[in-house]
């Protein structure tokens, strides 16, 4: 579907939209001609960045603020055509460490979303950003959105509710609603300072330092992969969609790939580094789901949306943003 006209001069909303995906939200939205408001807590290591769109910060507006806020969100949310609802705590370690916070974030700022909405503008269409760790272990694979949800961490549990609170909301009082269930996302403005926010940029940082690289297990867990551009475009073609209201969608790849192979060819891209295979630390085998693909057909079937960026292209163009922008990203 041809989504590029629906944004011209339309009110964009954001929330977390100073960390990875937000921010690459924003630029194509800039492009495409939207007005866009971006609200973030900007709560340390989380991922909110003010370098993210220091491109396009005169662009678009900026709100520092809490989403659990509902004076700032009632403020935020009128006269608002779209919101992409990004805020969430994402560290599934933290969630487990925390979890009180992580209820906090993930289930009691989305019913404050919503219902500022429901109190505040109705017509708004929101897209959530929900999650692969929704399910738990795979049953069977490639796991469609038939499958059961059984979450193996707190972040998983609290993410299937905020799913939950929107569908709900969507099918009771008709604020339009959907959400997409990521997997691996990847590319430039990914948070890279702390080791707490999945594989991917600890691997990347690691290779890059020239540094060895420790896997799991056996190297042969299977993951897909979606980079950030791929990803971007899904929200924005299930935003403008009416047949996505009420509905849930997994992303996903052609492209299914064991740790050891997603390893070597960042090594092999990076140009240094090392690797080595490593038992699993208690606390990280106890939420470690296994193999995970999904199924895309339905998504597919409903937008035509499907991946374009294979792996090695994605990890070429996100090297190559870290290695220009390395110091706005990295631990101090």
Known sequence: MDYRDAYQNRNV??????????????????????KVTLVDSMIDDYGGNLFNI???????????????????????????????????????????????????????SQLSILETCRKFNQNIKI??????????????????ESHLMRPVDVNGINKLAGEHYHILYNNVYGIRACSLRLTNTYGPRLLMKHDRQGFIPVFVRQAMNGEEIKIFGDGRQRRDYNYIDDVVRAFLMAAVSPET????????????????????????VVGKGSYVIVPFPPEKKRIDIGDYYGNYEKIYKTLGW???????????????????????????
């Open 13 to 34: 909303l954001i929330t977390g939209g100073l960390g990875f995906i937000g921010s690459n939200l924003a630029h194509a939205l800039v492009e495409l001609g939207a």
């Open 54 to 108: 220091v491109d396009i910060q005169d662009k678009v507006r900026i709100n520092i603020a809490d989403v659990r806020d509902e004076s700032s969100m009632r403020y935020l949310v009128r006269g608002q055509d779209f919101m992409f609802n990004l805020a969430g705590q994402v560290s599934h370690i933290d969630s487990m460490r925390d979890p009180y916070t992580d209820l906090e974030i993930n289930c009691r």
């Open 127 to 144: 897209v959530f950003a929900g999650t692969r760790q929704q399910y738990g272990k795979a049953k069977y694979l490639p796991v469609d």
């Open 245 to 268: 209201d009420g509905q849930a969608y997994n992303l996903g790849s052609r492209e299914v790939v064991p740790h050891l192979q997603f390893v070597k060819t960042l090594l092999e």
């Open 306 to 332: 499907e991946p374009q960026v294979s792996l090695r292209e994605g990890l070429e163009k996100m090297v190559a943003f870290y290695q220009k922008h390395k110091e706005h990203y990295w631990p101090q």
